[in-house]
């Protein structure tokens, strides 16, 4: 498919995806440049001749979700400030996102880029919303320093249709202060979950309004965005290839529940986590009584500046390290008639100045693994560590994504739940109805 499609097969295959687009409409997640030497106008596949694309003063329309304003506006603003082109940024409210695209897709109105929720980029490039990027992504001199994970999500039937745009990660948060009044070594965060249990524990024993640690305990986005990366670590998936099959029920997976369940029920867990959505669950920890917890790695740059807090990578049962790599992807729509000077503005983004003097020096995790280390995050361990995970992380690939994972009424809501507040003995009952619901 991608740009072997005809018009008449591309707009059948536009139409057909916009219908299942708008019936999931309701669903909300959790997680160089210079002038080419081609011509402009559409087609999508590009070629190494113009691996930068073409800046001819062409104006281009983009879409966002208002969750990564910030990151889009700042790179919008940068690249108009130094190119012939111009980007026309539209922020769209998160909520209404999908809706948006859908119906865009429908009357062949989309715009020339379009970002997406990178767990929702299956349901575009298998609907033909997304112009083929294979042959330009592969001509990019940093093309496997990349973000694979995102790279991975928008691949279809072996071509390639997004690049990373912004990315947010899971990581480990830990409290310095009270790791040091635990008589816990601030420098030596938790390197396997059963460290992470020892040192929660730990800290737990301070007493008072002090915490071991925190989750969102009736938010499937938060399950997976911060439960999953425990279970890759220890060498494992979670889902089958190609997304249709739970493999949530493994002995790994058991003992990162019954880890919880373990917190949960010897009260190691701040008050709350058995009602928490997820619209506050980040706003924990900040507050300075939580030992160590899992968070989005975007929440660094927002922390309190008198909070001695330490950042490491969500480890395994018995070690590893992983994340899930989740933020936004974005493309070249399959109807956009300027697709050389889309890709002069991707090519920017991903280029050396694009991503040390905007992303990394707005402390946002950069999209390419060559770059982890930069005059910007040098200055903070921290942000290195956090660049580096980019490497070790995984974004997950399934069709049905929303409806399983963030429908607050999905099978894995129910799972998640069961085998932390429950007994845990309805997790391969709970796997099979998360199956069910993949492969719907």
Not at 389 to 396: C, E
């Amino acid at each position: 498919m991608g740009s072997t499609v005809g018009p008449r097969g591309r707009a059948g295959r536009l139409a057909t995806g916009a219908v299942a687009l708008l019936a999931a409409a309701s669903l909300v997640t959790a997680c160089g440049s210079g002038d080419g030497d081609s011509g402009g106008g559409g087609g999508g596949g590009g070629g190494a001749a113009n691996a930068t694309g073409v800046d001819d003063g062409a104006t281009l329309t983009m879409w966002t979700r208002a969750a990564t304003r910030p990151q889009s506006e700042a790179l919008v603003k940068a690249y108009n400030a130094s190119h012939k082109n111009k980007v026309e940024l539209t922020v769209v409210p998160t909520d209404d996102y999908q809706a948006k695209v859908g119906a865009a897709a429908g009357s062949r109105d989309l715009p020339d880029l379009f970002a997406s929720d990178v767990v929702f980029v299956p349901n575009y490039t298998s609907s033909g919303l997304f112009a083929d990027l294979t042959e330009r992504i592969e001509a990019l001199p940093f093309a496997e320093n990349l973000a694979q994970s995102h790279i991975e999500a928008g691949t279809y039937e072996d071509k390639k249709y997004v690049v990373p745009h912004t990315l947010d990660l899971s990581v480990l948060f830990y409290n310095k202060d009270l790791y040091r009044k635990a008589k816990l070594d601030p420098e030596k965060p938790p390197t396997t979950l059963s460290e992470w249990d020892e040192q929660a524990r730990a800290v737990d024993k301070l007493g008072g309004d002090v915490n071991g640690t925190f989750f969102g305990g009736n938010c499937g986005g938060c399950g997976v965005f911060t439960w999953w990366p425990s279970i890759w670590a220890a060498g494992e998936e979670v889902l089958s290839e190609d997304g249709t099959e739970a493999l949530l029920a493994s002995a790994t997976a058991k003992k990162v529940y019954d880890t919880y369940r373990g917190w949960v029920d010897d009260d190691i867990v701040a008050p709350g986590a058995k009602d928490e959505t997820g619209t506050t669950w980040t706003g924990i920890f900040p507050k300075g009584k939580v030992g160590v917890m899992p968070m989005p790695s975007t929440t660094l740059g927002l922390m309190p500046k008198d909070l001695d807090l330490g950042v490491a990578p969500i480890p395994g049962p018995d070690g590893g390290r992983s994340t899930f790599v989740g933020g936004d992807a974005i493309g070249v729509s399959a109807t956009s008639e300027k697709a050389d000077q889309a890709w002069n503005f991707l090519a920017w983004t991903l280029g050396d100045k694009a991503q040390v003097d905007v992303v990394a020096a707005n402390k946002d995790v950069v999209a390419r693994t060559d770059l982890a280390s930069n005059k910007h995050s040098a200055a903070d361990p921290r942000l290195v560590t956090i660049n580096e995970l980019v490497a070790d992380g995984q974004t997950p690939y399934a069709l049905k994504f929303g409806q399983t994972f963030n429908d607050p009424n999905g099978p894995w809501l129910t799972l998640m739940r069961d085998a932390v507040f429950g007994d845990g003995t309805s997790v391969d009952k709970g796997n099979e109805a998360v199956s069910a619901s993949l492969a719907d």
